[in-house]
């Protein structure tokens, strides 16, 4: 990571009421496919990293059971609160987590204690989604960061980022080096892979920009957990 987390953080609070209106055509193009990709069921548990205002968490939400948004800017995370109460969308949270520390340990019921709930694992999560945030991380770090994201055994996680399909042009919009570190779309690829995920769709949006979904090959427990057909 070229800059610290704390100094991210930081840059992303002042530019957070402004964040919205000042992104690309190829920016929203990428979370309108993220969003169009990850397609959650209605029992699904969501959670989308490096969540920003929510932009992605808020448009899911209609669509699954319950969306957890995790950021490191406390500036974006009330926008996305703010967000979230101007349209009256109560299955969102948002708290501070990074794509390596999520703090995710599933998300808060905010049901009644009266109402019964079928059980659940712990820190279950269904999806995993990001637009246009892990591209701040170094290569290593990213790899980190998918281990981290395979360990919650999500069934899928759709990453829309800054990457690279050919060589790096430094006179396009989507790489400021001072602050991003892009990774090229085989070294993400080989990283799901390496976490026992399988990369069954590539989107490009532009030769920087695209969108990666990565599915988690089933493991011999899921086999043993499925029901059996009759």
């Given at each position: 990571m070229?800059?610290?987390?704390?100094?991210?953080?930081?840059?992303?609070?002042?530019?957070?009421?402004?964040?919205?209106?000042?992104?690309?055509?190829?920016y929203?193009?990428?979370?309108?496919?993220?969003?169009?990709?990850?397609a959650?069921?209605?029992?699904?548990?969501?959670?989308?990293?490096a969540?920003?205002?929510?932009?992605?968490?808020?448009?899911?939400?209609?669509?699954?059971?319950?969306?957890?948004?995790?950021?490191?800017?406390?500036?974006?995370?009330?926008?996305?609160?703010?967000?979230?109460?101007?349209?009256?969308?109560?299955?969102?949270?948002?708290d501070?987590?990074?794509?390596?520390?999520p703090?995710?340990?599933?998300p808060?019921d905010?049901?009644?204690?009266?109402?019964?709930?079928?059980?659940?694992?712990?820190?279950?999560?269904?999806?995993?989604?990001?637009?246009?945030?892990?591209?701040?991380?170094?290569?290593p770090?990213?790899?980190?960061?998918?281990?981290?994201?395979?360990?919650?055994?999500?069934?899928?996680?759709?990453?829309?980022?800054?990457?690279?399909?050919?060589e790096?042009?430094?006179?396009?919009?989507?790489?400021?080096?001072?602050?991003?570190?892009?990774?090229?779309?085989?070294?993400?690829?080989?990283?799901?892979?390496?976490a026992?995920?399988?990369?069954?769709?590539?989107?490009?949006?532009?030769?920087?920009?695209?969108?990666?979904?990565?599915?988690?090959?089933?493991?011999?427990?899921?086999?043993?957990?499925?029901?059996?057909?009759?």
């Amino acid at each position: 990571m070229k800059k610290s987390i704390e100094e991210h953080a930081a840059r992303f609070d002042e530019k957070a009421t402004e964040y919205d209106e000042s992104k690309s055509d190829e920016y929203h193009a990428c979370a309108n496919l993220v969003v169009e990709r990850a397609a959650p069921a209605a029992d699904d548990v969501v959670l989308d990293l490096a969540t920003g205002t929510g932009a992605i968490a808020l448009a899911i939400a209609p669509d699954a059971d319950r969306v957890v948004g995790r950021d490191i800017s406390e500036g974006m995370l009330e926008e996305a609160e703010r967000k979230a109460a101007d349209k009256g969308i109560e299955n969102v949270e948002f708290d501070h987590g990074t794509f390596r520390e999520p703090e995710y340990d599933g998300p808060a019921d905010t049901e009644s204690s009266e109402t019964p709930r079928a059980p659940t694992r712990s820190a279950r999560v269904d999806i995993v989604t990001s637009n246009f945030a892990m591209h701040h991380l170094s290569d290593p770090e990213k790899r980190e960061a998918i281990d981290v994201i395979a360990d919650l055994e999500p069934r899928k996680f759709v990453l829309g980022d800054v990457m690279f399909f050919g060589e790096p042009d430094p006179d396009e919009p989507f790489y400021s080096p001072e602050v991003d570190d892009p990774a090229t779309v085989g070294a993400l690829a080989d990283a799901f892979t390496d976490a026992g995920f399988s990369l069954t769709a590539v989107e490009r949006v532009h030769d920087q920009v695209g969108v990666l979904v990565a599915e988690r090959c089933p493991t011999a427990a899921d086999v043993d957990e499925a029901p059996a057909e009759e």
